[in-house]
Structure formats: C-alpha cells, structure tokens
C-alpha cells in the first residue's frame, strides 16, 4: 500500500475525544479485531497493554496502530430457538435473555429475532431495554427450526446496520440459543459460513443439550455448526445440560463482552486479490491465550 494511503487509514482509524475514550473509525484496508484474552483456566485477563499482543497475518507480524482495552459499543443480535421442542424450555430462556439484556451499556443497541419454521424480527435495534425484554416475552413455542435462516438474518441486519451507522464502528455479536438441528431452513450451512467470516461479528451459541439426544446424529451436526460459528468469528460456544445453567452463561457471555481488547491495523499484504487471510493472535503473558475471527477476504480490485 503507498505511505501516503496508508497515514490516512491510519489517521481514520480513531480519534479520541475530550474524554480520552478512543472511538474507532472505518478506514481503507483497516482490519479491526475484537480479541478476549483468557488464561489457563478460562478467566478473562484484563490490563494487559499493546505492547502484549503480537498480530499475525498469513504469518507476518502487524504494526498495530491503534487499542484499546475499554469496551466499545456494541451491536447485539439475540437470536432464541422457538421451535415446539423448546415449548417448556422457554420460560427460563425468557429469564435468562432478560438479565443479559438489563446489562447492556448505555450506548449499546440490540435487536431480538426468534426462529421455528421462520425467523422473525420481534424487535430492530434499539437501546430500550425494556422493548427488548417485551419481544423476548412475546416469544411462543411452535413449529420446526430454521436455524441457518435465523443466523442468516442477524448476520445480514447487523452488515445493514453498520453500513448505516457512519463511520463510527460499533462491535458486533451474536448471542445464539437453540437446541436442535436445522430442520427447515432455505439458507444452506454454507452461505452462512461464508457470511459470517465476510463479517465483523463475534457469534456466541449455547446449544441445550438433553441426555437422549447426545447420540443423536442431527444433534451432532447442530453442535458442530454452533462451535464451529463460534470459533470461527472468535466467539466461545457453551453446551447447557440443565436449564438452570442458562442465567450462568447469558452471565458469562457478558462478562465477557465487557472485557474486550480493539486492536486495529493496516495490512502489510498489499494485493488487492480478495483471498482469505488467516489471523493468529499472541499474548506476551505467560499461560494467557487470545481468541478472535479466523481471518478475513482482503480488499479486491484497484486501489
């Protein structure tokens, strides 16, 4: 990339206000990672400093050019399994999303869908917390999973919902709940993988596991795309076996979004081919480990 297009991804990067909070900014080829640090036993780690995490891409060390360990904004995704298996499960669920939704920052927005045989936008991004706990409210249980469609649409509205938001740039995620296979979605596994590594979200799944169902293959394949959305967009995925876990993890997941690093960086890749470029993060502290997404397509065509 030429130094000259490079200083002004850099300068767009962020700016820092009055208040000394950084708020980052889109800029050209600006990659942006949200990155959760935790040592050997799964703790968050916090007060670590740039000078503690070393970037690579496709194996070549970055030049970090901004941080910043105070959590941003964030766009939020509740996405809750509706289908008729979920019938006598959903009153705790309700309880569960309602406590993650009352912990939600000032300047946090979010939306709620639900899925059966569709997936349904029971509230559009908002700050209102208590809108948000009316739509989980109103869920009701009915019909078969569309699980692929479900994701599909958050993936999808949260893209829409940054490409409106100027160039202030919120983190995303994705709060996952269900607890069973796809059953009924249009949307094939496939295009939603593909979306979601062409996206900024973090996606984080809880699967509800019932002990008959361990050894049942389509639960097998419902697991292996929750932790495989999870892992690949830097997110963790959770396997709940009593409903009374649920409180706990919605709990943990906000812990967690709480304690972020934003680092962002300039490439030092200067194609401009579109091809997939793996990140590999590393943490100076001894014993910590760092995840984030599995990488990103670079920029494609002229400069």
Known sequence: ?????AAAAIAAAVTVPAGGQQVFRGGTDLVLLTITVVDGQNRLVAGLDQVDFQIYEDGVLQDPTNFS???????????????????LKLPIAHEAAGGFIKRMGPKDVAQVIDFDNQAKILQTFTSDREALERAVGRMEAGGSTSLYNAVYTSLSE?????????P?????AIVLLSDGEDTSSIVPYEDVIDLAHRSEVVVYSIGIVDKDMQKNAGWNEADFVLRTLARETG????SVMELKQLPNVYSQIADELANQYTVAYVSKNAKRDGAWRKINVQIARAGSTART???????????
């Open 158 to 166: 949260l893209r829409r919902i940054r490409d409106q938001s100027g």
């Open 69 to 87: 360990r105070q959590a941003q904004p964030i766009a939020l995704s509740l996405v809750i399994d509706t289908s008729t298996s979920m019938d």
């Open 293 to 303: 997404k599995a990488g990103y397509f670079g920029p494609k065509g002229a400069q």
């Open 235 to 238: 997110g963790r995925a959770f």
């Open 1 to 5: 990339m030429p130094r000259l297009a």
């Open 168 to 172: 202030d740039l919120r983190r995303q």
